[in-house]
């Protein structure tokens, strides 16, 4: 199946149990209102998809997305509330998309071959994992026109340490693919010739795994995060026994249990005791 979506703001590629959404309107990629809705939709759809098992989220070339359309905002600066109203619509737009990133049951892996800045930085931090390239660069913007990323910031710190995500906001400087990996923003990076075949790979990999074990373990995971250990463990056990318990899992293992064979009786010599 291969479309595109919402005025050719999005591609949808699923393979393989994979789906692959490609941001459009190069090069930017800026995350529109439209676009915001465009990827919100297919997160929506690929939820309750028993087709789609990963997905995968690609900004192609040398920028993977810019953020949010400033030209977009700049335009509703002429309405009587200088663009509140939009603002407004517009976050909180892209809170629930991001949301939708980061609750998706299903593994989401961002593709990076260039700059993932500012909403788009946003956008690979909400990811489960992220892949990039050597080339691919990282930022947090807001404090050189006068602001600062605070939205972008949420998932960017639940990746990074506070330490790192302030040296990021502070200095609103570019960071390379190897300091995006010391700090814990990307996983892996992987030339860019090969990069969208290691990915495909990896993902299709994770496409194998039973389904609903991943979406509970991811759940569960994210949730007990947020707790004190003692609530932590609780979590995790009720999760754990649910895994075991799993028709899936409980067939798989019948399937492959095979009793033990009696142990062989020895007749014992004259003299000895039977054994």
Request: charged share 25%; proline share 7%; aromatic share 4%.
């Amino acid at each position: 199946m291969n479309r595109m979506t919402a005025a050719d703001l999005l591609g949808e590629d699923l393979r393989e149990g994979v789906l692959t959404l490609t941001l459009g309107a190069p090069p930017a990629h800026p995350l529109s209102l439209e676009m915001i809705r465009a990827l919100h939709g297919a997160l929506s759809r690929a939820a309750g998809d028993e087709a789609v098992r990963v997905i995968v989220i690609h900004g192609p070339g040398r920028i993977f997305c810019a953020g949010h359309d400033l030209k977009e905002i700049a335009r509703h600066r002429a309405d009587a509330d200088r663009g509140r109203a939009f603002l407004e619509r517009l976050f909180a737009a892209c809170a629930q998309m991001m949301q939708a990133v980061a609750n998706a049951p299903q593994p989401t892996i961002a593709m990076v071959e260039g700059l993932a800045t500012a909403a788009g930085l946003q956008l690979v931090a909400a990811c489960d994992l992220a892949f990039a390239a050597p080339e691919a660069t990282f930022c947090l913007p807001g404090v050189n026109n006068g602001g600062f990323c605070t939205t972008p910031a949420v998932a960017v710190s639940r990746n990074l340490s506070r330490k790192h995500v302030m040296e990021m906001a502070l200095s609103g400087e570019r960071f390379d693919a190897e300091w995006a990996r010391g700090a814990g923003l990307i996983n892996r990076i992987v030339p860019a010739e090969r990069l969208a075949a290691e990915v495909t790979a990896f993902a299709r990999r994770l496409a194998t795994r039973h389904a609903p074990a991943l979406a509970l373990g991811k759940r569960t995971l994210y949730r007990q995060l947020e707790m004190p250990l003692d609530k932590a463990y609780a979590a995790a056990t009720e999760a754990m026994i649910a895994h075991f318990m799993d028709p899936h899992r409980i067939a798989e293992e019948l399937e492959n249990w095979r009793p033990a064979p009696p142990a062989e009786r020895i007749s014992p010599k004259p003299g000895e005791e039977p054994r």
